[in-house]
Each structure stands twice: as structure tokens, then as C-alpha cells.
């Protein structure tokens, strides 16, 4: 993870303090506390056992290893802190390759293309302070709209999503920056899910196959080749080649999704790839 | 470091924490920007300067640092949050300065947001030796706590004077004190230095003396301890507090300069701002004079060591102008000799000291000549004087002298500050000064007399006005408020050395 707004630098911040401030605002603008706060606090850490519980059937992972939710919690108690280590994506070293090409072209090169049906970014302002909202990433509300209307596709059609999990925060806030969850209730669903995990999140009726490959949190986050590593993930699924990760949708899985984000949401990348082409 | 540019420009916006407004929505901005997203092209022109300096904010949300990245590791575990000003309307990232937070310290963040905080003017973070002191004001204290919030309302001057003299004064040292037997001393904060003691004190004093900063035409900062061996200070206190005259090309229209001349460096140059107002073709209505220190000494155990028992941190600023007095000037003189009884060579990381001939031959000869020739000019009896203010490096020669003298307790004790703040160099005396102006009553004479070694002496005597009761309630952090604050946090030896040192 990289600060890269000099403000939040010269004033002290840390890329995790941010993650840890958008929590403390999510906590207050939905005005959580109780039982709902500590349900909140566990579905947080249900994110990074999730993700680490898909990690050990990718053999790319960089962990490839069984994390508890006694782990994620213990870990934010030695900090001190509301997050902890295994909140938080590591930053890695890694190499993605795509190769794009036209549709003609591919389809010589390959019998099984992965067609991009609709992409879109949108940026918002560096300083992460300066945003109107704390608690979620406009851009992702911007770049999915319009990259959803590109490729003719409705968000219902979506079940399997690569998010930027750069920490456990920012996948639930994704959730409903995506529009697969109202603001501030992703945790609920996330929270439900994960009590019995059944390898996808139970939204509004539907399965939600968030992550496959482990995420940020435990596939690896190479920075600059993260977005390729989550793209290459989207094209293994559609392809039906995920292995023992291989997702078991509803209907036929033929659309998936990536978001990237730079910066803590300063820009927002969002693909929309299908195995059949619009 | 950053480009120079880049650097500038940082300082610029961050020192004084200004924004921008749309004027068309009201929408507003921390970083200066040409047009507003809101209303785009027709906007253009129709931004216009939002200061945040003088302001209380918000703490929204925020949590603690405890791996902070590289440059700020010396400042150990630090809260971090957003600040916001305006009913949120402008959010800015903020550090809470002024707290130290032991190893494994838990902080509870629901219990800090929510409450009111004041901008601070800070070191960034440290640096090595040979790099700029980059300074910053996105770091805040709570407003309840030890540096209440002020506002500062410039007034038009409202009554003339025949003499020049004082319009106001600040007076600024830290939360931090090491007690040790009877006598309790300053200590900066980890990010503090003798630079942001003078903005802070010569903020007070602007809102003391409610002038307007762009009538302020020349700042004379006295310092034993500029952190630069060459760099000008007067500079960065006049760009932040915005004196003098000010054009779009952010170049102050003031004339700024640093005075070093041991432990009078700011005394002496009273009668120049004193002087420079009075003279009707300076066109300067008012004169910032500023005595600031965070007086150097070796460790104990070394050679000029004896220093580390009193040394202290502090400033104080006066505001000289011929309108809305608090103080009038009656007269002065000042007396010089070569008698080197404190000096640090270029290079050297600490003063030596003279030790027992700091005495007679140096400090009693030369405060005693200087008060005793002024009161045989103005014709004065020690029972005519309310206030007697001696130079105090220490508890025992400014008593002593007062009573030699023949002033009494009630005269003296009064400013005898250097057992709450140490000596505080540059300040001493105008500390002292302070203390007295916040208690004495109209038509008051106080006599001030510094010294610095190898230096010599210079000897005042103000009388107060009935403007100084005036102006009384405009200042929160008076001399007492700072001396017996509920707030005071108290260090060990070792982080005393720490702090002072800014390792």
C-alpha cells in the first residue's frame, strides 16, 4: 500500500490509518454500537478467513494457509487497534500477463476468449480527508454504473466479483459501493454468510462469489500487477478452469467483474468480462 | 526533501492552513484551486482565500498511529485523524500533537472525537542535521485542554498616544515541565523549536493587541537558539502570521529580521520597533518584537552542563505601535561591554558557561548600572516603581539584585517567572515583563531591565494605560494560566534531554 496524497503524509498518516478512519466513520454514520458493532467487527475478520480459506486452493497465493477468526482478532488486540495485521493485504512482489486482443485474434488464438464487455474508471480527490463521504469510494459507484451500462449487463446478472481488498474495511465497503448491499448493512450480509460458509456471500437471495483467489489479503497484492492477478482470476472462472475454486452459480456463470482501486479510491477501475460476447 | 517549489508551496498552504471558497456555492476547498468542481468553468475568478488559521475544528474520527512511516518515527505513537472546519464543510487530515503515548497504550478513539480543536504550528517531522525544518500546521491540541481556543478580531485603532509603546503581547511556552527540587522548567514538545514558539507567541500577541497583521511593517525575532547556523527565522514567523502588507504573489510586505545578541537580543531592539513607529516617515503603524528560546545546554556531565539545571522553553511577543496602548514607553538605556562570561563557539553542539564569573563582573554590574542611570534620567525613586523586572538566567541573582536596589518583595516577585518556565534566554525578561502587564493595574510604572552576556544590559521603564483592562479578557493563556495549567505534563531527565534535543 502506498500514501500517496501529501497531505495525509505530512500531517502523519500511515496507508492504514485511512482504512482504520473510514471504519471509525462507517461506525458512526450508521451510528453502529452494541451487538451490532461487534457483529461488525467480526465480519471483518470473517473477510480475511474467507479469503484466505479461498487462498489455499490457489496454488499462486502467496498464503496459502488456514487463517482463524481467534487469528484476526488476537491480532487487532496486540495492536491496540480496530484493525490488525490480518486485516490488512500485504504489499508483494508479482508479475501478471494479459493478453489483449481483438476479437477476430483471439478467437484464432484461443477457443475459449474472455470478451471485456464494459469497463469504466472515475477519480476522485487525493486527499481522502477532502471527500465528501467518508465511508465509501464514490468512484466505485461511478466506474460501476457506467461500466455496467456498457456491457448492457444488470448488476443482478453479477456473481462472481474480484474487490480490492486492500484490508478487510475496504472489500465490505466495496460491497456496497458496488450496489450489491445498501450502505451500511454489507457487514449483516457478510456476517450471516460466514456463519456457515458455504464459499460465497448470501446477498439479497443470491450467491456472491467474492475473492476467489484468496484476494489481496492472501493471494498477494504486487501493486501495479494486482489488477492482472484479479483479471486473471475472472478469466480462469469463466473458463471453468478455477480448479477446486471453480464457482458453482446459479444458472450458467458467464459474467465477472474486477474492481481495482488506486490510492485509497483516488481512482476507481471497474471490468465487466464475459464468456460470451454481447 | 522535496522540490523547492513544491516545498514553497507546501509551507504556504499547510504553515497557515488556508482553503479556498467558491463564492457562487459555498463550497470549500484545502488547497488553493482556480475554479470549483461544483460549478466549473463559471466559477472561475470567483474563488476567493479561506483561512483556517485562527479557527476551532473538529475532530471527526481518528485513530493511533504506532508504526508511523519513516520520517515520523521519532515522534513515537501519535493519534492521526480528520479535522474538520466550518460545520464540516472543509475536512482536513490532522495529527494530535502534544501527548505522549506510552508503549501498548490503549486510546479509545469514541472518546476523543467529537471535541473542538485548535490548529497548531509545528515542526513536520524530524530531519537530519543538514536538512530544511519543514513546518506544519495540520497538527492540533483540544481546545479544553492546555491552549484554549482564541479568536482574533482585528479593531481599528480606536485612541492615539503622544509616545509609542505597548499594543499587546503573547506569551507562549509548552505543556511539558521537568520539576527538579524547587524549580519547574519548560521543555518543547518533540516537534517545537525556538521557531514555533515565536508564531506561537506572536500569535497571542495579535490577538492580545487586535491589530491587523498587515499593519504590523517589521518583526525583529531575538534568538539564542535558531536551529539554522544560517538561515533567517523572522522570515518564516512573518509569512505564517501573514505581517505586513500582502499581495497575490505571497511575498509579505513587512521587513523581517533576526537578532542574536545573547540573552537581550529581543529587549534590545524595543526601542527600535519603539522608535521605527514613532518616526512619521516609516509608515509603519506597528512593530512585532519577539524574544524566543529553547535554551541551549550541555548535558549535565559536561563541560557548561551547569546550564541543564535551569535552562527552559519559551517566547514572548510585543506589539509596539502609537495607538491603543496598553503601555507607554517613559524612557530606556541600555550599556554594553565585552565581559564573555557565556559563548558557544561556531560548531559547537552546546554554550560554555563562566561560571562563578557570571556575577559581579557580568550580570549584577551591568543590571544595576543600567537600572540606576535610567532612574537618574527620568528622576525616579524606587518607591515611584510598581514593577521591578530583572533579567532572571536563575532564582537567586534577579532577588538579589532587586533587593540591592532597594525594591521590595511586592515590586519584584511579581515577575519572577524563571521558576515555572526556566530561563528562558530571550524570553527572560520579556516573560517577566508579560507576567507583570497581565496583572497590573492603569498608570503602573514597570521597570524591565535584561541582560545578556557579553551583551550588556538594556533598562525600561513602561507606565500601564487603562486600555490594558481593556484587553485583558482577549488573552486566555497568560503567563499564570501556563505557569499553573492543570494540563502540565511532567518528563523525566532522559526525555527531557529527548525532547529538548527534538531526537
Redesign the interface.
Known amino acids: 500500500m502506498l ?1 500517496e ?10 496507508p492504514e ?1 485511512n482504512h ?2 473510514m471504519l ?2 462507517y461506525i ?1 454514520k450508521y451510528d453502529l454500537r452494541g451487538q451490532d458493532l461487534e457483529r461488525l467487527n467480526v465480519a471483518l475478520a470473517q473477510v480475511s478467513v474467507k479469503n484466505h480459506l479461498h487462498a489455499m486452493k490457489n496454488e499462486y497465493a502467496q498464503y496459502q494457509r488456514n487463517v482463524t477468526l481467534k487469528n484476526v482478532l488476537d491480532a487487532r488486540a496486540d ?4 484493525l490488525g495485521l490480518l486485516d490488512f493485504a500485504p504489499v508483494s512482489d508479482g508479475a501478471a500477463t494479459l493478453i489483449l486482443a481483438s476479437e477476430k485474434v483471439a478467437e484464432k488464438l484461443t477457443d475459449k476468449p474472455v470478451y471485456v464487455l464494459g469497463f469504466s474508471s472515475a477519480t476522485d480527490f487525493l ?4 471527500r465528501e463521504d ?1 465511508t465509501h469510494f464514490i468512484v466505485t459507484r461511478m466506474a460501476i454504473k457506467s461500466a455496467l451500462k456498457m456491457a448492457e449487463v444488470s448488476l443482478r446478472d453479477l456473481q462472481l466479483i474480484e474487490l480490492y481488498d486492500q484490508s478487510t474495511v475496504m472489500e465490505m465497503v466495496s460491497l456496497e459501493d458496488m450496489g450489491f448491499c445498501e450502505p451500511g448493512t454489507a457487514w449483516r450480509s457478510i456476517y450471516e454468510s460466514c456463519q456457515h460458509y458455504e464459499g460465497y456471500y448470501e446477498v439479497g437471495g443470491k450467491k456472491l462469489f467474492v475473492n476467489m483467489n484468496g484476494g489481496l489479503k492472501a493471494d498477494g497484492n504486487p501493486l501495479g500487477a494486482t489488477g492482472g492477478a484479479q483479471t486473471f482470476e475472472v478469466f480462469r472462472q469463466l473458463r471453468e478452469e478455477a480448479g477446486e475454486r471453480q464457482v458453482k452459480a446459479d444458472g450458467n456463470l458467464n459474467v465477472g467483474c474486477v474492481l481495482e482501486l488506486e490510492g485509497f479510491g483516488t481512482k476507481g477501475y471497474v471490468y465487466v468480462f464475459g464468456s460470451e460476447k454481447n | 526533501l522535496s522540490s523547492e517549489p513544491i516545498e514553497r508551496r507546501v509551507s504556504y498552504l499547510g504553515d497557515r492552513l488556508r482553503g479556498t471558497r467558491c463564492e457562487i456555492c459555498g463550497k470549500e476547498y484545502f488547497e488553493i484551486r482556480d475554479y470549483c468542481g461544483n460549478c466549473g468553468r463559471k466559477s472561475f475568478g470567483r474563488m476567493v482565500g479561506s483561512d483556517l488559521f485562527y479557527e476551532k475544528g473538529e475532530l471527526e474520527v481518528c485513530t493511533l498511529v504506532s508504526e508511523p512511516t519513516n520520517k515520523f518515527t521519532k515522534l513515537g505513537s501519535y493519534v492521526y485523524g480528520i479535522v474538520s472546519f466550518h460545520d464540516g464543510k472543509i475536512r482536513v487530515p490532522g495529527r494530535l500533537t502534544d501527548r505522549m503515548i506510552k508503549q501498548k497504550e490503549k486510546i479509545d478513539s469514541s472518546t476523543l472525537e467529537g471535541r473542538a480543536v485548535v490548529p497548531r504550528f509545528r515542526r513536520r517531522y524530524s530531519v537530519e542535521k543538514c536538512d530544511i525544518i519543514p513546518t506544519i500546521s495540520l497538527a492540533f491540541t483540544f481546545a479544553d485542554e492546555y491552549y484554549p481556543y482564541q479568536g482574533y478580531r482585528a479593531a481599528g485603532p480606536k485612541k492615539e498616544y503622544d509616545v509609542p509603546g505597548i499594543v499587546g503581547y503573547g506569551f507562549y511556552s509548552s505543556r511539558f515541565r521537568i520539576r527538579e527540587g524547587s524549580i519547574e522548567r519548560a521543555i518543547p514538545f518533540i516537534d517545537e523549536d525556538s521557531i514555533t514558539a515565536a508564531v506561537e507567541a506572536g500569535k497571542l500577541g495579535l490577538i492580545h493587541s487586535g491589530v491587523d497583521n498587515a499593519s504590523v511593517g517589521k518583526i525583529y525575532v531575538g534568538s539564542e537558539s535558531n536551529p539554522y547556523a544560517v538561515k533567517p527565522i523572522a522570515s518564516k514567523v512573518a509569512q505564517v502570521l501573514k505581517l505586513g502588507e500582502e499581495s497575490d504573489d505571497d511575498v509579505q510586505g513587512v521587513d523581517a529580521v533576526d537578532t542574536e545578541f545573547a540573552c537581550k537580543a529581543a529587549t534590545s531592539v524595543f526601542k527600535d520597533a519603539a522608535s521605527l513607529v514613532d518616526y512619521p516617515k516609516s509608515n509603519i503603524q506597528n512593530a512585532m518584537v519577539i524574544g524566543t528560546d529553547n535554551s541551549q545546554a550541555a548535558p549535565r556531565d559536561c563541560p557548561g552542563g551547569e546550564l541543564d539545571l535551569f535552562v527552559g522553553y519559551g517566547a514572548a511577543a510585543y506589539v509596539f505601535g502609537k495607538t491603543d496602548l496598553i503601555a507607554e514607553i517613559e524612557g530606556w538605556y541600555s550599556c554594553t561591554s565585552d565581559t564573555p562570561d557565556f559563548w558557544r563557539r561556531d560548531g559547537e553542539p552546546h554554550p560554555m558557561h563562566g561560571g562563578r564569573y557570571t556575577g559581579d563582573p557580568a550580570y549584577f554590574k551591568h543590571v544595576r548600572k543600567a537600572t540606576v542611570k535610567l532612574m537618574q534620567r527620568l528622576g525616579l525613586q524606587v518607591e515611584d516603581v510598581d514593577y521591578f523586572v530583572a533579567h532572571q538566567p536563575n532564582a537567586q541573582f534577579p532577588v538579589k539584585i532587586a533587593k540591592e536596589l532597594g525594591f521590595k518583595e511586592e515590586q519584584y516577585m511579581p515577575s519572577l517567572q524563571v521558576i515555572r518556565f526556566g530561563n528562558t534566554y530571550s524570553g527572560a525578561s520579556p516573560v517577566g515583563l508579560a507576567a507583570v502587564l497581565d496583572v497590573a493595574k492603569p498608570d503602573s510604572r514597570i521597570l524591565v531591565t535584561s541582560y545578556g552576556s557579553g551583551a550588556g544590559s538594556d533598562a525600561y521603564s513602561f507606565v500601564t494605560t487603562s486600555q490594558i483592562l481593556d484587553k485583558r479578557p482577549r488573552q486566555k493563556l497568560t503567563v499564570k494560566y501556563q505557569a499553573e495549567n492543570p494540563f502540565l505534563e511532567h518528563v523525566d531527565y532522559t526525555t527531557y534531554r529527548r525532547l529538548k534535543l527534538g531526537m
Open positions: 500514501l496524497d501529501p497531505w495525509s503524509f505530512y500531517a502523519g498518516c500511515t490509518a482504520e478512519l471509525r466513520a458512526k495492536a491496540g487497534k480496530p486527499t481522502f480527508p477532502a467518508l
